[in-house]
């Protein structure tokens, strides 16, 4: 007899042998008999598969034959075929019967399935997530998870991936991977969106405008369910027309005004809502400049003072600049001193560049600046504070000639100060070089004393 195939080690002392294979193979049981008038019967689950005729082999079904010496094959065996088969020897008395077991265990690639079972799931922002992957094989696979290109570190292998969604970012798409060391590891994707309340950012929170021109307001929405866009101005609907029109593209939201209008000026908000919330921001679409900005060109030095170049967009003309200087304190709170600049050069680009020299400070001494400017529209929102230090005050990072870290608090303290210790109305020479009124005047007795003393000296 020649049979081809896995074939499990004869056992003789009735312990269980197992035999590991691959579907379609075929296995072959053995079963020790040492009388040949003993009969044999093969049961598996309790189910009688086969039983011998003294001498004789049997075709108890297409894929199992019991042969003449006791042995059982299971040709093409299949998943389902795994498990115990019992060899049962029946001897004639006075011996009473013998068993032997075998185990077939049929090996096959990983499966995997998904819970929930679409492999989709919605949760709410801060609600629990849990995730499950339902994994088939033989050996037993081993579970892990990724999602965004990276594993998810676990301590051991989990079916089951239970976090919580407290930030919106976690969504995306999360793979169960199985892997048995059979075929192809097998994956299963979950999609994981998170519900939250709109998030909306505005990159220009204000914009400075001119009749007749043209201008576009922006919103960025992030929201999940997607959220409802919608523009009011100064509290009210607005009234889409052909020179006020509404649009967006993908997750940005846009306002267009074709030909700005002089009663167009105000607060625009763009607000969106889903079933989470709504959340608003405000656009402030003004006439005055815009807040200056600090160039930086900005810091030609010495002992006693200090040389500034800022620049300011304004379609009308400016007129005057307010200049707010103070010693630097760590604790903040130092006295501002407020001096009025006249705009120099009428500038007919809306870009307009102003250049001083502060004279009159300590050495080595860190101080802060601030700079408004006015159109005939009204002063601008403040510019953003600059640091600044005279000649030999020592270098310290965090005390560098620079913007201050915290800017917008800055410039509403800046804004809400209820008094100035000191008001300088200023004059500027050819240099751009400032006076106040006091130096001015010093300088009309000092030249009106040199001209007497020069005509005494000729009389």
Same mark, same amino acid.
């Given at each position: ?113 998904? *819970?929930?079972? %679409?492999?989709?799931?919605? =949760?709410? @922002?801060?609600?629990? +997530?849990?995730?499950?992957?339902? /994994? !088939? ?69 204000? *914009?400075?405008? %001119?009749?007749?021109?043209? =201008?576009? @307001?922006?919103?960025? +929405?992030?929201?999940?369910?997607? /959220? !409802? ?231």
């Amino acid at each position: 007899m020649c049979v081809t195939g896995v074939q499990a080690a004869t056992n003789r002392d009735g312990h269980p042998t197992t035999v590991q294979t691959y579907e379609n193979e075929t296995v072959l049981l053995p079963c020790y008999v040492e009388d040949a008038q003993t009969r044999v019967r093969w049961w598996r689950d309790e189910i009688l598969l086969a039983e011998s005729s003294l001498g004789q082999e049997q075709q108890s079904s297409e894929r199992i034959t019991l042969y003449s010496n006791g042995s059982l094959r299971v040709h093409h065996v299949q998943r389902e075929d795994s498990g115990p088969y019992v060899c049962q020897a029946i001897r004639p008395s006075p011996w009473g019967h013998v068993t032997q077991v075998h185990e077939i265990e049929v090996m096959y690639p990983p499966s995997v399935e998904t *819970v929930p079972e %679409y492999g989709e799931l919605e =949760v709410d @922002l801060n609600e629990e +997530v849990i995730m499950q992957c339902v /994994a !088939k094989g033989v050996p037993a696979p081993i579970i892990s998870w990724r999602t965004k290109g990276r594993e998810i570190p676990f301590r051991d292998t989990r079916a089951v991936l239970r976090f919580s969604a407290d930030n919106r970012n976690l969504s995306g798409r999360y793979t169960c991977v199985a892997s048995n060391g059979i075929g192809e590891p097998a994956e299963a994707h979950i999609d994981l969106r998170i519900r939250y309340k709109p998030e909306i950012y505005v990159k220009r929170p204000w *914009v400075h405008a %001119y009749p007749g021109i043209r =201008v576009t @307001l922006d919103c960025t +929405v992030s929201a999940w369910p997607e /959220a !409802k866009v919608e523009w009011y101005f100064n509290n009210k609907t607005i009234n889409y027309t052909s020179r006020i029109v509404k649009y967006n593209t993908e997750n940005n939201y846009s306002l267009l005004i074709r030909y700005v209008a002089s009663n167009d000026s105000g607060s625009y908000t763009c607000r969106a809502s889903n079933s989470m919330g709504i959340t608003e921001k405000i656009i402030e679409l003004s006439q005055i400049a815009n807040p200056a900005v600090f160039k930086k060109e900005s810091g030609s030095a010495s002992s006693t003072s200090y040389n500034f170049i800022w620049v300011v967009d304004s379609y009308s003309s400016i007129i005057q600049y307010q200049f707010w200087f103070r010693r630097y304190m760590k604790n903040g709170g130092g006295e501002w001193h407020k001096l009025y600049i006249p705009a120099g050069g009428g500038e007919i680009s809306p870009v307009h560049v102003r250049s001083f020299n502060l004279t009159g400070l300590d050495a080595a001494t860190y101080y802060e600046a601030v700079v408004l400017s006015r159109n005939r529209y009204g002063w601008s929102h403040p510019s953003e504070i600059l640091r600044f230090h005279t000649e030999g005050a020592p270098v310290d990072s965090s005390e560098n000639s620079e913007m201050d870290g915290d800017q917008e608090q800055n410039r509403i303290a800046v804004i809400q100060l209820s008094s100035m210790s000191q008001h300088y109305l200023l004059t500027t020479d050819a240099s751009g070089s400032i006076y106040n009124q006091s130096q001015v005047l010093s300088l009309i007795l000092s030249t009106l004393c040199t001209l007497i003393i020069t005509r005494d000296r000729f009389n």
